[in-house]
């Protein structure tokens, strides 16, 4: 009976440094869902020949993400959960090297993956809800829809948008896995 009880201490320790591997994995991840959210935003412009009313010739009208404050936010939001992800990936890893931090670290993920998710998911409803009125319009407000004209800067909004949502959920599994791992060790 007195072995069996290093033997299940050992399997726990082995099952709370693998969560620790799934967090790095999520980390890095996360790192990769954000930095290709604000390169393929960053890269979205488009420059196309557009007739204006009263005008009896085209016009070459250029649309690039800085042309809207949302996607400016976007940009910037994502850029500050990629650089999160880099440091809280160096961090779990610390901890996989040196596991007496873990439960405070583990409590400082906890509450800034949720931080994050909140601002990952603001930034992507703000570009979803603007890439929306692009693609169909409004025409209670009288915006038309612009998709029709720059077909790649669309395509680049919604695949920034939708990687973003990829980010968004990664957030929501790690601050599921801190928690959970939080209480592991809080209970022992």
Same mark, same amino acid.
């Given at each position: 009976? *007195?072995?069996? *009880?290093?033997?299940?201490?050992? &399997?726990? =320790? /082995?099952? =709370? ?8 994995? +999520? ?7 954000? +930095? ?5 935003? /960053?890269? *979205? ?16 009208? %250029? /649309? ?13 939001? +994502?850029?500050? /959960? ?18 007496? #931090?873990?439960? =405070? ?13 909140? @601002? ?9 809800? !603007?890439?929306? @009125? ?6 209670? #407000?009288?915006?038309?829809? @612009?998709?029709?004209?720059? &077909? %790649? ?6 695949? *920034? ?7 968004? !959920? ?15 060790? @809080? =209970? &022992?």
């Amino acid at each position: 009976m *007195a072995s069996e *009880a290093p033997a299940k201490y050992e &399997d726990q =320790r /082995a099952v =709370r440094e693998n969560y620790f591997g799934i967090d790095v994995g +999520l980390r890095v991840l996360l790192f990769a869902a954000t +930095l290709v959210s604000v390169i393929v935003m /960053a890269t *979205a412009k488009q420059t196309e020949l557009v007739s204006a009313p009263g005008i009896p010739f085209r016009v070459s009208v %250029k /649309a690039k993400f800085t042309d809207s404050p949302a996607f400016i936010y976007f940009v910037a939001a +994502l850029s500050v /959960a990629c650089l999160y992800s880099i440091i809280t990936m160096l961090a779990s890893l610390s901890v996989v090297s040196k596991p007496a #931090s873990a439960k =405070r670290l583990l409590l400082y993920f906890a509450f800034w993956d949720v931080v994050m998710l909140g @601002i990952v998911a603001s930034a992507t409803g703000a570009s979803g809800g !603007v890439a929306y @009125i692009g693609l169909k319009g409004n025409d209670h #407000s009288r915006w038309t829809k @612009i998709c029709n004209v720059y &077909d %790649k800067y669309c395509r680049h909004i919604g695949s *920034a948008t939708g990687v973003s949502l990829l980010a968004a !959920v990664l957030l929501v599994l790690l601050s599921m896995l801190s928690s959970y791992s939080l209480y592991l060790r @809080i =209970r &022992d």
